[in-house]
């Protein structure tokens, strides 16, 4: 079984920044991409940014220039640097492992909030 925990979520102001950190733990045997996605109240689960193994990362288009991507594969852990947040970005976070396999697991989720 594969565990993913995530940190870093809280309240800011509009303008501000976080980072969110999110580490794998478990029965990993190989990792084909992890990352993030949200959902805010009344909305779907929707994606935030991802990246591949090799280090090819995709991001949505609201938050494309303002979120960064990155991991450290030795530790099996992604991060979200989130710089210039918005009211909108306000949602709980959830890290995302996809295996080699395919096989699709989630963290619990941090709540960000974005609140003057």
């Known amino acids: 079984q594969v565990q993913l925990v995530e940190s870093g979520g809280g309240l800011v102001q509009p303008g501000g920044s976080l980072r969110l950190s999110c580490a794998a733990s478990?029965?990993?045997?190989?990792?084909?991409?992890m990352g993030w996605y949200r959902q805010a109240p009344g909305a779907q689960r929707e994606l935030v940014a991802t990246?591949?193994?090799?280090?090819?990362?995709n991001y949505a288009d609201s938050v494309r220039g303002r979120f960064t991507i990155s991991s450290d594969n030795a530790l099996n852990a992604v991060y979200l640097q989130m710089n210039s947040l918005k009211l909108n970005d306000t949602a709980v976070y959830y890290c995302?492992?996809?295996?080699?396999?395919?096989?699709?697991?989630w963290g619990q989720g941090t709540q960000v909030t974005v609140s003057s």
């Open positions: 995302h492992l996809k295996s080699q396999m395919f096989n699709d697991y």
């Open positions: 478990g029965r990993i045997f190989s990792i084909y991409a």
């Open positions: 990246i591949i193994r090799g280090g090819v990362t």
